[in-house]
Nanobody
């Protein structure tokens, strides 16, 4: 079992920045950030393979968000710059231990955090 604890959400104005953190309690093969806005389906935002610089971003955040991991491979960060009102959502950290890392297949991620709210005002 892996427990994930997110932090760093909050409220900002459009154009501002936030950094989300996710601490994992054990080994992970890959970790990702997903988000769900009210009335919308949950969508993948960014993914990183643990211990690697291999990352992937959804088109909607490419160039604005950066996913990274600390050297201990315990904490994953999501640096969010140039935030837009449409980025408003509950953001979830997720992890896979078995190589199922595609953002389009959420069922591959067996471990999920509790979520942290990001609100961007115009």
């Amino acid at each position: 079992q892996v427990q994930l604890v997110e932090s760093g959400g909050g409220s900002v104005q459009a154009g501002g920045s936030l950094r989300l953190s996710c601490v994992a309690s054990g080994y992970t093969y890959c970790m990702a950030w997903f988000r769900q806005a009210p009335g919308k389906e949950r969508e993948g935002v960014a993914r990183i393979y643990s211990g690697s610089s291999n990352t992937y971003y959804a088109d909607s955040v490419k160039g604005r968000f950066t996913v990274s991991q600390d050297n201990a491979k315990i904490t994953v960060y999501l640096q969010m710059n140039s935030l837009k009102p449409e980025d408003t959502a509950m953001y979830y950290c997720a992890a896979s231990r078995d190589g199922a890392c595609s953002l389009s297949r959420q069922s591959g991620y067996k471990y999920w955090g509790q979520g942290t709210q990001v609100t961007v005002s115009s």
